[in-house]
């Protein structure tokens, strides 16, 4: 996705992301996997120089790390700094973008509630 001039936001979860569905291996009965834990989600995201990125949980409790790769730089941030987020104003500031094109990678841990928000200031967020 590119990113518009102005703060953006990416929800991860939620109305438009749909549950997976699919079959149990063993019985072969149909299964949905609600929640969407253990999945991996991949966003390329350009347009992100200088932008900051925050995390906002919109469902409830939520604990997680969030792999990020910015050109040659790469890191994992633990969102909360290991406590669980509940409080949807409050958004922990996880990285200062350097290059156009960010690769994020997130994993909802167990117990964690979807939708969450990717945040992507311009300039410095108050």
Same mark, same amino acid.
């Given at each position: 996705?590119?990113?518009?001039?102005?703060?953006?936001?990416?929800? /991860?979860?939620?109305?438009?992301?749909?549950?997976?569905? +699919?079959?149990? @291996?063993?019985?072969?009965? !149909? =299964?949905?996997?609600?929640?969407?834990? +253990?999945?991996?989600?991949? %966003?390329?995201?350009?347009?992100?120089?200088?932008?900051?990125?925050?995390? #906002?949980?919109?469902?409830?409790?939520? &604990? +997680?790390? %969030?792999?990020?790769?910015?050109?040659?730089?790469?890191?994992?941030?633990?969102?909360? =700094?290991? !406590? @669980?987020?509940?409080?949807? #104003? /409050?958004?922990?500031? %996880?990285? &200062? !973008?350097?290059?156009?094109?960010?690769?994020?990678?997130?994993?909802? @841990?167990?117990? #964690?509630?979807?939708? @969450? !928000?990717?945040?992507?200031?311009?300039?410095?967020?108050?």
């Amino acid at each position: 996705m590119t990113l518009p001039a102005r703060t953006a936001r990416v929800t /991860v979860g939620g109305a438009p992301d749909l549950p997976l569905r +699919g079959r149990d @291996a063993l019985t072969g009965d !149909a =299964q949905t996997l609600l929640g969407n834990f +253990g999945v991996l989600y991949t %966003l390329r995201v350009r347009g992100a120089r200088g932008r900051t990125l925050g995390f #906002s949980t919109r469902g409830g409790r939520y &604990r +997680g790390l %969030l792999d990020v790769r910015d050109g040659t730089r790469a890191a994992t941030r633990l969102i909360g =700094q290991g !406590a @669980a987020l509940t409080d949807p #104003s /409050v958004l922990p500031l %996880l990285w &200062r !973008a350097r290059t156009d094109t960010l690769d994020l990678r997130l994993v909802p @841990a167990s117990g #964690s509630n979807l939708p @969450a !928000a990717l945040v992507f200031y311009v300039g410095e967020p108050r």
